[in-house]
């Protein structure tokens, strides 16, 4: 039988099966896998994309099918057409198990936080991008000069704990060349009404039923969190994309609950005692002593887009 090195596509592929137990398992447990993957996706040859446009295809009833003590035998072919090899070939899997190891160990080590601070956008003229930041009621936070050759402007966005720089000698990006610049809000309408009031020129409101689907006039009318969109540009163009998020997704977020104004956090806090009566209504209407500890966890959950507490 032929020997030769995996393909890129084919150490790819086989490094993610590694990921769920599959390498390395006893015979037939791959051939299984496989077969169970091909059912949910509606595939009857077994045929599974690895992370390229390298296909790799699995014949369920061929012998030489699995993974056994490191070596994998299988057919390989480019794209989603062309012939499949007639015979497998052994691939040479001797420097792949240690990746393999490698990767796991990779994936078991605890993330440190790296908390996103400060996005940089270009400008062309300092004073003016620095006029009409301040003109949208963001916070200045600096402004730093070098000579002629470097300055930094920082401003922070109300509630935001990331902050945007501009200035002289920063970065080589065109004016106006940035674009998709998420802001998140709880009320789309007041956020738009606040950019007009401040004389930005702002998109009108409007949503969409689902990722990639077209844009309808006007704020959800359900509500639904992630759906509203309103937009303006800088005066060199760069783009901001205002979002309304109201819930966020389960895991979405795990950091510091902060608010932004004192009337926010009043709307918290009216939420969770409305919530936390019912919890003492199920109770069989007996007090709750310990409600600032149900009031804290309920507060972070919902803001943190996790399960809140019964």
């Not at 599959?22 to 045929?47: C, F, H, M, N, Y």
């Amino acid at each position: 039988m032929p020997r030769r090195s995996l393909l890129p596509a084919e150490r790819e592929f086989l490094a993610a099966l590694a990921t769920v137990g599959i390498v390395g398992a006893p015979p037939g447990t791959l051939k299984a896998w496989i077969q169970d993957d091909s059912q949910r996706a509606g595939e009857g040859r077994g045929e599974v994309s690895a992370r390229s446009s390298h296909c790799v295809q699995w014949n369920a009833n061929h012998r030489y099918h699995r993974v056994i003590d490191g070596v994998a035998l299988l057919c390989s072919r480019v794209g989603t057409g062309g012939s499949v090899a007639a015979e497998p070939m052994e691939l040479d899997m001797s420097d792949d198990v240690e990746r393999t190891d490698a990767v796991k160990k990779r994936q078991e080590l605890p993330a440190v936080d790296m908390k996103l601070e400060v996005v940089v956008i270009p400008v062309s003229d300092v004073d003016r991008a620095k006029q009409f930041y301040g003109d949208l009621g963001w916070r200045l936070d600096a402004d730093l000069a070098v000579g002629d050759a470097f300055r930094v402007v920082q401003f922070t966005p109300p509630g935001s704990p990331s902050s945007i720089h501009f200035g002289i000698g920063l970065t080589s990006a065109v004016p106006g060349s940035v674009q998709g610049l998420y802001l998140v809000v709880s009320d789309i309408e007041a956020a738009h009404a606040e950019l007009a009031a401040r004389g930005v020129d702002a998109s009108e409101v409007s949503y969409r039923t689902g990722p990639g689907q077209p844009t309808i006039k006007g704020r959800d009318p359900e509500r639904r969190t992630y759906n509203s969109f309103t937009s303006f540009k800088d005066p060199d163009g760069n783009g901001w994309l205002l979002q309304e998020i109201t819930t966020r997704l389960p895991g979405r977020v795990d950091g510091d609950t902060t608010f932004a104004s004192p009337a926010k956090l009043a709307a918290a806090l009216r939420r969770a005692a409305e919530a936390h009566g019912e919890h003492e209504k199920r109770r069989g209407g007996q007090r709750d002593d310990s409600w600032p500890d149900w009031y804290a966890e309920y507060i972070v959950a919902e803001q943190n887009g996790k399960p809140l507490p019964a």
